[in-house]
C-alpha cells in the first residue's frame, strides 16, 4: 500500500510498491519527501525514479538494526547513497524522528 499525502507538504510513502510501479506518474508526483524501502537504494530503478520525481528528501526505511545486519544493507545502501541524485538521504534507525 502506498500513501500521497498532501498539506503543507506533499509526501510520497510507496510502501513495499516497485519503482516501475509509479513510471509515467513521476512527473504529476512534485513531492517535498519521498519515504520508500531501502530497496530503492539499492537498484538503478529506484534511483530512476527518485530523479525523475526529484523530492528534496529521500528517507530510506525498513533497515535492520545496524548492529544486527548480517545482510550488510545498511553497508550497500550507504554506499549507493553516496551517489544519489538528490541532495538529502536520510536512513533513521528504529525510533528516531526526521523532520519532514
Same mark, same amino acid.
Given at each position: 500500500?502506498?500513501? =500521497? %499525502?498532501? @498539506?503543507?507538504?506533499?509526501?510520497?510513502?510507496? /510502501?513495499? *510498491?516497485?519503482? !516501475?510501479?509509479?513510471?509515467?506518474?513521476?512527473?504529476?508526483?512534485?513531492?517535498?519527501?519521498? +519515504?520508500? &524501502?531501502?530497496?530503492?537504494?539499492? @537498484?538503478?530503478? /529506484?534511483?530512476?525514479?527518485? #530523479?525523475? +520525481?526529484?523530492?528534496? #528528501?529521500? %528517507?530510506?526505511?525498513?533497515?535492520? =538494526? #545496524?548492529? !544486527?545486519? &548480517?545482510? /550488510? =544493507?545498511?553497508?550497500?545502501?550507504? #554506499?549507493?547513497?553516496? $551517489? *544519489? &541524485?538528490? @541532495? $538529502?538521504?536520510? %536512513? &533513521?534507525?528504529? @525510533?528516531?524522528?526526521?523532520? %519532514?
Amino acid at each position: 500500500m502506498s500513501f =500521497l %499525502i498532501e @498539506g503543507s507538504r506533499r509526501v510520497l510513502f510507496t /510502501g513495499d *510498491a516497485t519503482p !516501475n510501479a509509479w513510471r509515467g506518474l513521476a512527473d504529476s508526483l512534485r513531492v517535498h519527501t519521498l +519515504i520508500c &524501502p531501502y530497496a530503492y537504494a539499492t @537498484g538503478s530503478a /529506484g534511483w530512476h525514479l527518485v #530523479k525523475e +520525481i526529484a523530492p528534496e #528528501k529521500v %528517507i530510506l526505511v525498513h533497515f535492520p =538494526l #545496524k548492529e !544486527n545486519d &548480517p545482510q /550488510g =544493507l545498511w553497508d550497500a545502501a550507504l #554506499k549507493t547513497v553516496k $551517489q *544519489a &541524485p538528490v @541532495g $538529502q538521504v536520510f %536512513i &533513521p534507525q528504529m @525510533g528516531q524522528t526526521v523532520s %519532514i
